[in-house]
């Protein structure tokens, strides 16, 4: 059994990757909040590690200029420091990555995506006009 440090509060078991996983779902990329897309389902998280018992984890942003950048890694910072057994947190951007349209989750495709693939539209002329468009020079 262990003992609690001097400031009484007993010591944390260090999260599991799939802990601090299901916890960054809670943490939204704030260009897609309003469709409830999170950080992790946009696949801007690269990896999680525990070893040591404080979480490392490494982002792969959407930009490099992303002026929200700072606040992510904060948030981040926030959520999991309660899941990390020495209450620190790493959180770092790799650069040697970009971050492509492949990292999205299938549920974040379908979220983002406001037009039907090509494939299931068969007459493209007779879509645009059901949608509203014009034919031709009308």
């Known amino acids: 059994m262990s003992e609690a440090p001097a400031g009484g509060e007993a ?8 802990a601090i996983r299901d916890a960054l779902r809670g943490i939204y990329d704030p260009c897609c909040r309003e469709r409830g897309i999170s950080i ?8 999680i590690e525990v070893g040591d018992g404080c979480p490392r984890i490494e982002l792969i942003l959407t930009s490099g200029w992303c002026p929200f950048a700072a606040r992510v ?3 981040i910072r926030e959520t999991v420091r309660p899941l990390s057994r020495t209450g620190e947190v790493t959180v770092e951007v790799a650069w040697d990555e970009p971050w492509t349209m492949e990292r999205l989750s299938d549920e974040a495709r379908a979220k983002l995506r406001f037009l039907p693939d090509p494939s299931e539209v068969p007459d493209r002329q007779r879509y645009i006009e059901e949608k509203g468009g014009k034919k031709g020079n009308d």
């Open 40 to 47: 992790v389902d946009m696949g801007l998280v690269r990896s």
């Open 11 to 18: 010591p944390v078991a260090a999260a599991s990757e799939t």
């Open 73 to 75: 890694l904060n948030e």
